[in-house]
């Protein structure tokens, strides 16, 4: 791999490497031994915690060089754009910037560059995919299951604003699993027809082995609907009553962070049937996977 920027570039055996390779990192199997000194590059334009700190922690753990960098107090704040940014950190010798930006395809730009010589990986252009966040999700699911063929996975909530959930409908429906959506009207779009069944939320819950809800993106809407959490809730978010009717072995997932009492209801975030917990701590496995796979050509 040179690049990790969307899902669908991978194939599903590369998909299912970086799984194995992950979960041997998390067994604690696998010492990283690079070839060379690396340095990575951290370029969140958006605010994040989990993406940002995890990359943080598997770079770390991978023994590279981390290059401190944040828009407030880089060059970022007198107009320099993304590309003049990454041109940089090319230049510099960054090998690789994992890069988060609200502009939907931003990579397009940098893909075309004859300059720019760094790996690039997309930790998410706006509502457009999320693709490390998938492969954790992948990962969380597999490791449950031992398999996606069959399962039954509902995506839940603000479908439209959620790059987790593009790229989840696509690989998930790719590796064999049935996937359903649910949520408001609104924020669902007839083009994921193609991914799969949307349905209301009763119906779904007792026949689903995955439950994966999505927070409701307030930054990327208008700002002129009134929201009205406990309606939302009653109407769309997995509520006490709702999770009681689950399947016994099906388990709940949400990307986070997570709108407690929102999406679901706040005992259940860390409840046994939640992997909320277990999605954060795969992503320092998957992130060190992914980074290996595009430092030193695994995957
Ligand atoms: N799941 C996720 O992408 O969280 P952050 O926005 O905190 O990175």
Redesign the pocket.
């Known amino acids: 791999l040179k690049h990790l920027l969307t899902v669908e570039a991978l194939n599903n055996q590369e998909v299912l490497g970086l799984i194995r390779r992950a979960q041997q990192f998390k067994q604690g199997v696998a010492s990283p031994k690079l070839k060379r000194d690396y340095y990575a590059a951290n370029l969140f334009f ?9 990359f943080d922690m598997a770079e770390r753990k991978m023994g590279l060089n981390v290059i401190e960098f944040d828009t407030s107090t880089s060059s970022v704040s007198k107009g320099e754009s993304l590309y003049d940014t990454v041109l940089t950190m090319s230049a510099i010798g960054v090998d690789v910037c994992v890069i ?1 930006h609200s502009e939907e395809n931003y990579y397009h730009q940098l893909m075309e560059s004859k300059t720019i010589r760094c790996s690039l990986i997309n ?2 252009d706006g509502s457009g995919q ?1 693709p490390t ?1 998938c492969l954790l999700d992948l990962m969380t699911i597999y490791e449950e299951f031992g398999r996606f063929k069959g399962l039954n996975v509902a995506i839940v909530g603000d479908i439209t604003h959620s790059r ?1 959930a593009k790229s989840n409908m696509q690989m998930l429906k790719r590796l064999g699993a049935n996937v359903f959506f649910s949520g408001p009207d609104e924020w669902y779009d007839a083009q994921y027809e193609a991914f799969g069944k949307f349905m209301a939320l009763d119906e779904l819950v007792p026949n689903m082995d995955v439950i994966m809800l999505l ?1 409701v993106q307030h930054e990327r809407h208008d700002g002129t609907e009134l929201f009205d959490k406990e309606a939302y809730h009653q109407a769309y978010g997995l509520t006490e009553e709702r999770a009681s009717h689950m399947a016994k072995h099906a388990i709940i997932m949400h ?3 997570v709108n407690r009492d929102v999406e679901l209801a706040d005992s259940l975030v860390e409840s046994l049937s939640s992997r909320i917990v277990m ?2 701590t795969n ?1 320092v496995f998957m992130r060190m996977a992914i980074l290996e796979a595009i430092l030193e050509g695994k995957a």
């Open positions: 958006e605010n994040s915690t989990r993406t940002h700190k995890s988060r930790g998410g999320h966040q987790v927070r990307p986070a962070p999605q954060m992503g």
